[in-house]
């Protein structure tokens, strides 16, 4: 089936340091999302991407559809204490609108 | 953007009883909820895909009989894990999908998630 390789698995940072973290397919996706989950919580989205191509930014946040549809970034500029958590990318193809997810980024940022 | 509410956020039950989890779409009317589990520091496993008034479509490996799934109304979808062991133990999660023009987006939106522990 469809899988999602995500990285890093975790990262452990300063308080305003850059992040960078990206997600790849085999297959093609027609959609990225990136969802943000914070412990006894759902994710929440951060980030919908539809576009082979598309930049989007969200705040402090920015993510990218790669060309060739099969990977997609996201960036964290000048990190906080409260963007820790953990960071999952979610692709759709055709096949019944189902999210495929990525195994996660945890972030970790220390003051 | 789209508010989902699950309910309840913690249970725990006993052995062999029965568990039913509430997933509802607060501001807009949901076609297709999916119940997701997480066990920790793991992704999410889609189990099922609820559509309103026609029966679930499980994933593979799920046990449809154990995971009840109704979706009665375009608001309102349930998770019973019946006869409950230790194993069933989880965060569970459900996501209701938007229609288009809410927020600008056809996005799936999740709830606060359900944390079950079987005794």
């Known amino acids: 089936g469809q899988q999602l390789n995500q990285s890093p698995q975790s990262m452990f940072i300063q308080e305003g340091e850059d992040v960078s973290m990206n997600c790849t397919s085999s297959?093609?996706?027609?959609?990225w999302l990136w969802y943000k989950q914070e412990p006894g919580e759902g994710p929440v989205l951060l980030i919908a991407?539809?576009?082979?191509?598309e930049l989007t930014s969200n705040g402090r946040l920015t993510a990218q559809f790669g060309i060739t549809r099969k990977d997609s970034f996201l960036n964290i500029s000048a990190s906080i204490p409260s963007d820790v958590g953990i960071y999952f990318c979610?692709?759709?193809?055709?096949?019944?609108?189902?999210?495929?997810f990525g195994q996660g980024t945890e972030l970790s940022v220390k003051p | 953007g789209a508010v989902v509410s699950q309910h309840p956020s913690r249970v725990i039950c006993k052995s062999g009883t029965s568990v039913k989890i509430e997933c509802r779409s607060l501001?807009?009317?949901?076609?297709?909820m999916f119940w997701y589990r997480q066990f920790p520091k793991k992704s999410l496993m889609l189990m099922a895909t609820?559509?309103?008034?026609?029966?679930?479509?499980?994933e593979q490996g799920v046990e449809k009989d154990k995971f009840l799934i109704n979706h009665a109304s375009l608001t309102l979808s349930t998770l019973t894990v019946t006869s409950a062991h230790p194993e069933d133990s989880s965060f569970y999660i459900c996501?209701?999908?938007?229609?288009?023009?809410?927020?600008?987006?056809?996005?799936?939106?999740f709830g606060q998630g359900t944390r079950l522990t079987v005794v």
């Open positions: 609820s559509n309103e008034g026609s029966k679930a479509t499980y």
């Open positions: 991407l539809y576009k082979a191509g």
């Open positions: 996501s209701a999908r938007a229609p288009s023009g809410t927020g600008g987006w056809a996005e799936a939106f």
């Open positions: 979610a692709g759709r193809s055709n096949q019944g609108g189902k999210l495929i």
């Open positions: 297959s093609i996706f027609n959609t």
């Open positions: 501001d807009f009317q949901a076609t297709t």
